[in-house]
């Protein structure tokens, strides 16, 4: 901070040292790592503002009267050097805010995304050169879990996930939304689950959070270029981010994660019919957490924003889920083609040209054309019907989960 300038007084500003907050974040029982400012126009003068200092030690008032002063402001300000210290105060008192009902569904599912993505764009940069997930990493998320579970698995926190529906498609929030979709379709449907006594199934319900936000961390080790690939995948980059699940568990395998966690991960692409991956299990050979994970996962792959496809809306989303293919056959047959080749399909060589550079590239250029088109008309045809990739019972149970939420309205659906 600029020496000139008193922190616990007033410090006149042009706004950019300083970042707003959510008053009602601030819980009254501990505030003494940072200070508050309320923001002041000052008159005459445009573009700079008085920040003048509210509390520091909030030990000095009464706590109702505390309470009362940060529901009657609308914005606080922290200054940007303090930054760390309101961030680190937000983890540790998580399950508090999440808790606070007056405080706006939105802001606090908000909160609990925002931290969260950085504990999960954390493991996944760890991942980039590691051989398997460090304690300290796995001990922060299940913390982490742990402070949100009771407002993530609640039923009425899907009005919240529901604002976050919709965006681009980011790993880690893709991520965060398939645990928290696990946390609540577990919670909501603990008859499926074969576990006696409270604690066991609470613990489960973290268990399957903690897999839903670690189910895709494989996909670090995947180039970021396929990755990242802004067009559609070819048959090639499709096979290659399908290993994705195996460097999941191969990360995990310290991690002393239950057996059907990790089998949850792997299995987690397995479709119902046996045309998934990776070991093309069906039925009763795929596990329940797996089951549960490829539902969740599909519904949110389907209702986010791809750079080559708009985001379907929650209803379309499980109207294809639920949907039977009317050319389940062909689809059948193209997804068999890429498993036992690997390799895109081309039906023309490109012979007549005489230079070996140029024939090359046109080989090249051929071949990506005819893998593009090729997935292409697989994504178009999977689009009229998925239920064959999932179990019926669950599926249902799903839709019937979200039907709750007055976020959604799946009737029709029923
Ligand atoms: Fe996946
Ligand atoms: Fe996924």
Redo the contacts with the bound molecule.
């Keep these: 901070m600029d020496g000139s300038m008193d922190i616990d007084g007033e410090i006149v500003d042009d706004g950019s040292s300083f970042t707003g907050i959510v008053p009602t974040f601030i819980t009254p029982n501990n505030l003494t790592r940072f200070h508050l400012y309320e923001k002041i126009e000052l008159s005459g003068e445009k573009g700079v503002y008085r920040f003048r200092c509210l509390l520091k030690d909030t030990r000095s008032i009464p706590e109702s009267t505390l309470i009362r002063m940060l529901m009657s402001w609308e914005c606080l300000y922290i200054h940007k050097q303090e930054l760390g210290d309101y961030d680190q105060y937000l983890k540790d008192n998580l399950h508090i805010i999440l808790a606070n009902d007056s405080i706006a569904m939105e802001k606090r599912s908000l909160l609990f995304s925002d931290i969260c993505s950085e504990v999960i764009q954390g493991v996944l940069k760890e991942n980039f050169g590691v051989s398997s997930l460090g304690p300290k990493t796995l001990t922060s998320l299940n913390d982490l879990v742990l402070k949100a579970i009771g407002f993530i698995s609640n039923i009425d926190s899907l009005k919240g996930l529901a604002t976050l529906i919709g965006h681009d498609y980011e790993t880690h929030i893709h991520s965060i939304k398939v645990g928290w979709l696990m946390a609540i379709f577990v919670k909501a449907n603990p008859h499926l689950f074969a576990v006696s006594g409270r604690a066991s199934f609470e613990k489960l319900v973290v268990e399957a959070t903690v897999m839903g936000f670690l189910?895709?961390i494989g996909?670090a080790k995947i180039p970021s270029r396929v990755l990242n690939k802004k067009g559609r995948l070819n048959n090639l980059e499709y096979v290659a981010i399908q290993a994705?699940?195996a460097y999941s568990v191969s990360l995990l395998f310290e991690s002393n994660f239950p057996k059907y966690v990790m089998e949850g991960i792997l299995y987690?692409?397995e479709n119902e019919d046996g045309s998934g991956y990776p070991c093309r299990l069906k039925q009763d050979e795929i596990p329940l957490f797996a089951k549960i994970c490829h539902i969740a996962?599909v519904f949110d792959a389907l209702t986010s924003k791809r750079p080559y496809k708009a985001s379907k809306t929650p209803y379309e989303a499980l109207a294809i889920m639920t949907g039977v293919n009317p050319k389940l056959d062909i689809l059948q047959q193209m997804e068999n083609e890429v498993w036992e080749t690997g390799a895109a399909p081309v039906s023309v060589v490109v012979r007549n040209e005489k230079n070996p550079d140029i024939r090359r590239l046109k080989h090249e250029s051929r071949l990506n054309k005819e893998a593009e088109k090729r997935v292409e008309a697989r994504v178009k045809l999977r689009d009229r019907g998925m239920s064959h990739c999932f179990d019926s019972e669950l599926l249902k149970a799903f839709v019937l989960t979200l039907n709750r939420s007055e976020s959604f309205d799946f009737s029709t659906l029923i």
Excluded: A, E, W
């Design positions: 189910h895709d996909k994705h699940t987690h692409h996962d």
